[in-house]
């Protein structure tokens, strides 16, 4: 974090960090090796990308809403806050799902970035969230735990964890 302008913070997103954003999340795609035609929209007409992830959007059957984690016009990372669950997203998936672009791993920001997440679910008024990563993700599970995450099993190969917002 010592390279960073200011102390990183989630907002909502925002046309600011265009550079930064298609090259960190470039880079991710690369070393996750997941396509990266989503990318191309954001490419073509980034104001109209970032307009789509403003706000209250339903996704996966659900509201839920979408922060970037940046530092002036350095983009870090996504979390997506889904305001309820399915009975899909019960077994995989659950309330938040987060992502730090590979040049801002290993930092502590993925761990931030979900204490600022769990603040913005207490603020919707829910009591817990439910957390999931696959069952080989060391990282994620290390992050979830730090956040007062609770092991509530294992379902379709995702470790599930539950932490209670008032003790968060």
Avoid: K
Wanted: aromatic share 8%.
């Amino acid at each position: 974090m010592n390279d960073l302008a200011q102390p990183p913070h989630l907002i909502s997103p925002t046309t600011d960090v265009r550079e930064s954003f298609l090259a960190g999340e470039w880079a991710s795609c690369i070393e996750d090796d997941t396509p990266t035609g989503w990318l191309e929209p954001a490419q073509d007409d980034f104001a109209a990308f970032v307009a789509e992830r403003r706000g209250v959007r339903e996704r996966w059957g659900v509201p839920c809403t979408t922060f970037w984690y940046v530092s002036g016009e350095q983009y870090i990372g996504t979390l997506i806050v889904r305001h309820a669950l399915t009975p899909e997203l019960a077994e995989a998936g659950g309330h938040i799902g987060y992502h730090v672009v590979p040049a801002w791993r290993r930092r502590g920001h993925a761990t931030r970035m979900l204490a600022g997440g769990l603040a913005e679910c207490r603020r919707l008024g829910l009591d817990r969230v439910l957390l999931t990563c696959a069952a080989d993700n060391e990282p994620s599970r290390r992050v979830i735990v730090a956040n007062g995450g609770v092991p509530a099993g294992r379902v379709r190969g995702e470790d599930r964890f539950w932490i209670a917002l008032d003790s968060a």
